[in-house]
């Protein structure tokens, strides 16, 4: 799938009764001055394809202090909730690569080239989210400077059960097709993940910019999904083509550390013009 549907199945609407983030008479029922302050809680990543390192916004507020280099990610920070837009700059820059709003729209509105995205999801107050900043499949004739698109997911970080770990799988990788994480030689953890998407996500179908009133299967955790797998240490994994099982030369998936209850994200990614992939493993920690 290309990453401006993809972009799209990943967005929920906000309203849904299950993504209250907090028991609003208990909020309500404090001193107004007491009341500590509501913010989203946003893990940033930069998945770009160039090493230029950058700085992410909530609005015209620089939301990281210091840049965030290629394959990097920041602690969970605080930013604005609701209706936010977020933005990217490089370096000491002040252009935006990226630019995008979430939970400005009523319905799904898909990405073209002459047009940019908007949804009905947003980051929600208390609850703990990741931004991935990665590149576009193609050039916006809208915003010819905007290289990048933003993809934001929503994290479960209840603990796994015992001896296991929790993982989320994302391929980033422009040219690499449809495909699968697997243990060496072995059995895949996720299949037929497309470039722009997470393993074993609930993609979120529309017409016409309007998605249905009911989709099975969704929730705020089913569309960046963590799966159980067994920790271990020097666990061997690999990349392959989904449609013919061939390896892809991926490197960095060697002698990984899964520590028992920890929660891990994956992501696969690569340089402008490089042939070959890397992969980085995210500790979703606190």
């Known amino acids: 799938m290309k990453l401006n549907s993809i972009k799209n199945a990943l967005l929920l609407v906000v309203s849904l009764p299950l993504l209250l983030a907090c028991d609003k008479n208990d909020y309500l029922d404090i001193d107004a001055s007491e009341r500590p302050p509501l913010n989203a809680k946003v893990k940033f990543i930069n998945a770009r394809a160039t090493a230029v390192p950058v700085h992410f916004w909530d609005f015209t507020r620089q939301v990281t202090t210091v840049t965030v280099t290629r394959n990097g990610s920041t602690a969970y920070l605080d930013t604005q909730y609701g209706k936010v837009q977020y933005n990217l700059t490089e370096g000491t820059g002040t252009t935006y690569k990226a630019s995008y709003v979430f939970g400005g729209s009523a ?3 898909q990405e073209t080239n002459t047009s940019s995205f908007s949804g009905p999801n947003g980051p929600i107050a208390t609850y703990y989210h990741t931004l991935f900043a990665v590149p576009k499949l193609k050039p916006s004739t809208l915003n010819p400077g905007n290289t990048d698109s933003l993809i934001l997911v929503y994290d479960d970080l209840t603990a796994p059960s015992a001896g296991k770990v929790k993982l989320r799988f994302a391929n980033f990788v422009t040219r690499a097709g449809t495909v699968d994480l697997a243990y060496v030689g072995g059995a895949s953890i996720f299949t037929s993940v497309g470039y722009g998407s997470f393993g074993e996500q609930t993609i979120i179908p529309y017409t016409n910019g309007k998605s249905p009133e009911n989709i099975p299967g969704l929730s705020w955790r089913t569309l960046g999904p963590f799966k159980e ?3 271990g240490t ?3 994994l690999e990349v392959r083509n989904n ?6 030369p991926v490197t ?3 002698g990984i550390n899964f520590e028992a209850g920890k ?3 994956i992501f696969i990614n690569n340089v402008n013009g490089d042939l070959n992939f890397n992969a980085t493993v995210v500790a979703q920690d606190l």
């Open 107 to 109: 319905t799904f509105v």
């Open 229 to 231: 797998i067994n920790a």
């Open 234 to 236: 020097g666990q061997n």
């Open 243 to 248: 449609t013919g099982g061939v390896v892809l």
């Open 252 to 254: 960095g998936l060697r």
């Open 263 to 265: 929660i891990y994200t």
